[in-house]
T-cell receptor, first 115, second 113 residues
Framework: GAGVSQSPSNKVTEKGKDVELRCDPI?????LYWYRQSLGQGLEFLIY????????KSGLPSDRFSAERTGGSVSTLTIQRTQQEDSAVYLC?????????????FGSGTRLTVV | GIQVEQSPPDLILQEGANSTLRCNFS?????LQWFHQNPWGQLINLFY???GTKQNGRLSATTVATERYSLLYISSSQTTDSGVYFC???????????????FGKGTKLSVKP
């Protein structure tokens, strides 16, 4: 697609429920990143996929968080047994390896509210 | 890990004024990016600038990698420039490709009409 697409744009869930957030990167971009941004804060790295390499999961805050990327394209971030501190905007970005400009392109984010 | 510090944290300008935002980083890098997050939350990549100077309209950026800082210049500011400006550097590189970025805490800019 023309940009990075994330869905849903907003999600309200009850504490303890599982949620799935979706990211559709720019076609042909081999690198995909998940970040989260709490209210008024900077961006916190969660996980990074590069091509067929094993993902870098070093930013995941707990084992309740997991992500997968199917077919080198769409990615799903799953949060199990959600807690109120998981409330944040979850941002996905993609970038293209091999170009002179390695700039990230971000999606519009999913605003997650755990009540 | 690498530290990224931005200053000032907040900046209020009158429309038409110029400003300089600073980003300091604690280790050598070969990649630095500036982003603008508008009031609706959308993050836009402004510059990929590992070194030297780039200009895009009223915005320009300079990175002095040897001294571990980058500057973002905004000239003749407009209300649409309001938002948060982030700089970001790689945490580490993977075989030459781009790894994940570490973001500063941002500079919140408000441009008043």
């Amino acid at each position: 697609g023309a940009g990075v697409s994330q869905s849903p744009s907003n999600k309200v869930t009850e504490k303890g429920k599982d949620v799935e957030l979706r990211c559709d990167p720019i076609s042909g971009h081999t690198a995909l990143y998940w970040y989260r941004q709490s209210l008024g804060q900077g961006l916190e790295f969660l996980i990074y996929f590069q091509g067929n390499s094993a993902p870098d999961k070093s930013g995941l805050p707990s084992d309740r968080f997991s992500a997968e990327r199917t077919g080198g394209s769409v990615s799903t971030l799953t949060i199990q047994r959600t807690q109120q501190e998981d409330s944040a905007v979850y941002l996905c970005a993609s970038s293209s390896r091999g170009h002179a400009d390695y700039g990230y392109t971000f999606g519009s984010g999913t605003r997650l509210t755990v009540v | 890990g690498i530290q990224v510090e931005q200053s000032p944290p907040d900046l209020i300008l009158q429309e038409g004024a110029n400003s300089t935002l600073r980003c300091n980083f604690s280790d050598s890098v070969n990649n630095l990016q500036w982003f603008h997050q508008n009031p609706w939350g959308q993050l836009i990549n402004l510059f990929y600038i590992p070194s030297g100077t780039k200009q895009n309209g009223r915005l320009s950026a300079t990175t002095v990698a040897t001294e571990r800082y980058s500057l973002l210049y905004i000239s003749s500011s407009q209300t649409t420039d309001s938002g948060v400006y982030f700089c970001a550097v790689p945490q580490r590189e993977y075989g030459g490709s781009q790894g994940n970025l570490i973001f500063g805490k941002g500079t919140k800019l408000s441009v008043k009409p």
